[in-house]
């Protein structure tokens, strides 16, 4: 069975290329990291994904990611936030940052 951090990053990665193919982009990844994050009171997780998101909306699709666009079956997303992101081309290079919680 996989640790709760390594589902909680698959289903983020699996709902934000519903979000960007709803945008008319796609998601390249690039960087896939997911660590536990955990206290007595909670079972959580730390993600940092960095991915090539192709298409002329995808600015305006990634400047309006948060923790409130993307929804996680079985946890809280507590925290998304967009780093750097960097053009290439026609495409961007960006780099998120977050913290899922399993629901009680």
Known sequence: MSSTHVVAGDRLK????????????????????SGPWNSPSFTGGRH??????????????VEDLDEHSVYLPGFVLAQLDVGAIEEKGEQLLVE??????KEA
């Not at 699996?14 to 990291?33: G, K, M, P, Q, Y």
């Not at 998120?96 to 919680?101: L, S, W």
């Open 14 to 33: 699996r709902e934000l290329e519903r979000s960007a193919e709803a945008a008319d982009c796609t998601i390249d990844w690039i960087v896939e990291r």
């Open 48 to 61: 940092a994904l960095t991915m090539l998101v192709t298409n002329p909306s995808n600015r305006a699709w």
């Open 96 to 101: 998120i940052e977050a913290v899922t919680v």
